[in-house]
Each structure stands twice: as C-alpha cells, then as structure tokens.
C-alpha cells in the first residue's frame, strides 16, 4: 500500500511538473502566434499598400503622359500601320 | 516575579465575588458570536446570489476585454485584375479632454506642426473640459500617427480606421462610388454590393493581466470574414479612353453633360460605362449633385432616330417589307400631325431610310406593324423595364401600353420620341443586331461563361439589319462620323430634341450615336450621348460620331482585334458633309 502510494506520489509531482511546463510552453507559443498574425495583418497592409502605389503609378493618365512628353512617342497613324493578314485568313 | 505568583495564587484561591459566569452569559456570547456569522453568511449569500452578475461585470471589466477584429473591405478590381479600390489603414487622433492635465507648449506646437493644424484650434479642442472624446484629426497616415504617440501626450489617442483609395480616380468615380467616413458604401457599386465588400467584423474574448498583455483567449476566436473582391466586367483601360474621350467631346462641343457605354457584343458585359462630369472619389471636396450622376444609367431621355433600325427591324421581322422594299416618303399626316423629313426624299428603300435618317419611312413601316406586336417588341427589347445591371437607382424608362396608343404614338415612337430610355437600355437593344438577333442580359460583373441571352429577332432580320447599319456607316450614310480607320462598323445617329414642358424646343439637342464594331463580326457595342452641344455643331453624326470612332477604336486596339479593312481603306477628307440627320 505504502509503494503504491510512493509510486502515485512520484506521479503527481510529475504531472503536477508537466502541467506547469505545458502552460508556460502554451503561453509562449500563444505570444508567438499573437505576433505571426499581427505580421500576417501587417503584410496584408503592405500588400494592399503596394498595389495601391502600383496603380497609382501605373495609372493611364501618368503612363501617356511619360511616352507622349518624355519619351516621345504617339500613336501610329493610320497610315503607318501595315495590318498583315494571318496566312488563308482575310 | 513574587509579586505575580501571589497575586495569581491569590486569584486562584480566592475567587471572591467574581463575575457571574452562568449560563445566561455564555449563551448570551454565543449567541452574539453566532449572529455575527450569521451576518457574514448572509452577506456572502447576498453577494454570490443577489450581486453575482455586478460583481462578475465588475471583474470581467477590469480584465476582461472584448476586442473587435476588423474586416478588411473587399477590393473592387477591373477584369484584368487591376485594383479600382483598396482599403488601407489609417489612424485617427483623438483626444479626451475631460481627464488631461494641460499639455505643455511645446508639445502643443509640435502637436500642432505635426497634425498641420493651428495651435489655437487644438488649444481650444483641450480645453472644453466637457467632452470625453473629440477627434483631432481623422484618417492620417500610420507614420504620422506614430510620431503623434511619440510625443506620449497623455489622454491623446490614435484608432484605427480604414480608408478606400481609389487609384483610377474620377474615371470610374460613377460605378464605383464612394464609401463615407465609417467605412460603409454610399454610392455606386460601394453601396450596392455594401455586403458583400463589408465582410463581416469578428470577435474575441481576452483575459489581459494589468500590463495590457493578453493571457487567455476566454471563448471561441470569432474570425473575422473579410469582404469579398468584386471582380467587374469594366477594363480599366477601355474605361479610361472611354472617360477621356467623352471629357474632350464635351469639352470641345462646350456640351452640358455626356455619357459613353460599351458593351462585349457577345457576353453583354459592360466594358466601360463613363460619364461626364465627374468627380474625384479620392477628394469629394466641391463635388456637386450633377458631377455625382451616373447618366448613362440614371437619366431617360428619347432616343430620337437611333431608335429607327430597332423599330425598322420589326417590319422586316415581321414580313411587313424586306430590305429591298421601296417605300414613298413624301411628307404624310397622320390626323392633324405632319410626319416630315429633315432632308425629303420621294422614295427610299430600308437602307435609304436608315441613311437618309427618313421619319416617314420609319414611320410608315412601324404603322404596318399591330399595336400590340409593336408594344411587345419594344418591351422585349427591355424599354420600360429595368435593364437589371444591379445598379442603384437604375431607370426602368417609359413604355405605356399599347392599349392607349393612338396611330401618331406609333409612328414617333419609331423614330424615338415618346418612348423614354436610358443609354445603357439603348446599349443592350443594340445587342440584337451584334448577336444574332439575341438580346443579351446585362452584367456589370465579369461573367465565366455567357448567360443566355432572348431571342428577339430571327438570324435573318438581325443580318439584314446588321448590313443596313454597316451600310449607313459608308459615304453618303449618316454614321460616316463614326469611322474607325482599319475596321468596318455599323451603326446609327441620332440627334433628339429635348422635350421642355410641352414643347420640343428648337435649340436643345442630345446628340447620340449607337453603334458596333467591327461591322462583319461585333465585338464592341459603343452607344455615346452628349447632352446640348452648344459649340455650333449639334448633330449626332458630327459630335457624338467622332467619340463612338475614337472610343470603339481605341478600345479594339487594346482588346488585340485583327483589323477587318486593313488596306485600301479609304480616308476620308475633312470636308466630308456629314448628312443631316434627324
């Protein structure tokens, strides 16, 4: 009865270890989460901050106006347009 | 020592006359020590009974925290993938000045400097001393907004908020819409598709110990679900030369207003859909109610002559006459009302009629149909009904039914006066011609497979009246205006008198053109309306023309179509007359 009990307590003070290990080492990887998604919320930003600035320079206006005034380009006119029919097509 | 030991010898020995201690006093401490405990276990009841729920309020308000885990506002994107509008996050700075100490200074000014705000302004916000919350300054920047908490003015606040850019600015400002300041859509597509862009805010219940960490998440994380991306049906791109064409021919033709749609001949997706004025969704400073409205969905008008090959095509879909049919034109009366000609001919065939824009032969040939056949067309055709894009506040326009027409009804109705529409109807009616004889459905979102669309016209009509409309665009038709130099195209003019009261007044025009390209096999539907023209010119064929030929060409150009009258293609010189049209 005695060695049971001894081999019970052994196992107590070995849980009673475990568990507190278990929560220290669940807390920490729940911080660590916290952390991973408020990167993955900041990415997101960045990724949509990005585009926004993509667009932005990327936009119709800003692009016609750099190849009309600085790099000197216009459309063809149409007389500078050779259309080459694809071959037994019209 | 001694002295003790007697004094307690004595005590013990001698009681003498000692305090009674008979069972009256016991009891009478027994029953004061119990009634004491009574009270304690009274009060716990109390507490863990009756003020169970203000104390646990109590206690969850101190570490019990509730945080909201925004939903990020779906993208609205072209087809292309090309974002029309993000949010982002920004911080708005607020403060309370009900419990702050006065802010020294120098920190003021470099509180103001930094917010780009008076110092007197900020010094006057601090100093009502009634208010718990006022903002300083909404939506700044996140970098700004970390400098300001640099400054550690204590009860100044930053919160986080979103705001919708839109990069391709006041080109889609009409479809698109904006959101206000909360966040939530109130125009255009912002407002129509509110849910689904939304998303819908999530939730968690934290235990936070004193220093602000969070320690335990105490109920089940609510994910936050973010608002979906609209795809649109729109192309950026055809979108912005739409947008440019249309804002240089109203500019040009010193017009009131314009609008420009184009359609997919073959899926009925909306390519582009511009209007002008417009406005910069990015900064509404100055907007006016006129710059906010969408025209080519939300204003009816009478379509005048471009009306004339849809009305044409139900005589010949009906038997009534067939494309080589000649018919008399001289000027006629219907009761007291004369039917003229802006410019007369004796006799015309359908193609004369279309070219020549002839209110006689339009006429003639729309009173051969029945009343009734005649109203069901026109309402097939989706007149006075919702064109059912899914844009807020779109117009159903006019169609009364046929039961009340009168024979003159009829006829104006076939050259367009009479009959209200809006120019996105006109853009899908035009469908017919493009496809087959089948009337496509609307989307403004971009669609996988087409969806079936209504059959309204046989093949055969629909051919023939392709080719009449392909014929109208050579020299001596009145959509010669509407050329694109490398493609054929097919379409129709039309120049409307505005209605004002009772009368058509002579000096008021809505110049329209509606047309598709490239004529032998339509990809684009492209209808174009300025509203009165004012620079002299005011016919469809010479104002609206050029922004159909400039828009459709563009457009055709960007969407890689292989020309189908590369060589050979005549230019036409500038003095080319375009004809009256009417």
Redesign the interface.
Known sequence: MNRLNAVLLVVLVFAAMAVVTAQHVS?QL??EL?REQKLARQL??DY??L??EQ??WG???LVEHAATSRLDMHLPA?RE???I??KGG? | MRAVSVNHNRRLNNPGPAPSMGPGRVRFVLALLGGLFLVLILRAMYMQVVQQDFLVGQGDARFRRTLTMEANRGVITDRNGEPLAISTPVQSIWASPAGMQPVPPEKLAELARLLELPPSELAGKFADKRREFVYLKRQISPQLADKVAALGIPGVAGQQEFRRYYPAGESFAHIIGFTGVDGKGQEGLELAREKMLAGKNGSRVVLRDRRGHIVEDLAAIERPRNGQTLVLAMDQRIQYIAYRELKNAVELNKAKAGAVVVLDAKSGEVLALANYPSFNPNNREGTTPEMLRNRAVIDLFEPGSTMKPLSIAIALEEGKARVNTVLDTHTYKIGPATIRDVSPQPSLDITGIIKKSSNVGASKLALMVAPQDFWTYYDSLGFGRNPGSGFPGEASGRLRNWKSWRPIEQATMSFGYGVSVSLLQMARAYTIFANDGVLLPLSLYKTNAPMPGKRVLSQKTADEMKGVLVANSEPGGGAVGGRIIGYSIGGKSGTARKLEGHTYVADKHRALFMGFAPGKNPKLIVTVMIDEPSAGKYYGGAVAAPVFSAVAGGALRVLNVQPDEPTNNTLLPESTPVPADF
């Open positions: 807390r729940y911080i916290n997101d930003v949509g901050k585009l926004l667009s932005t936009a119709h206006a149409p347009v050779q259309a029919a694809p019209t």
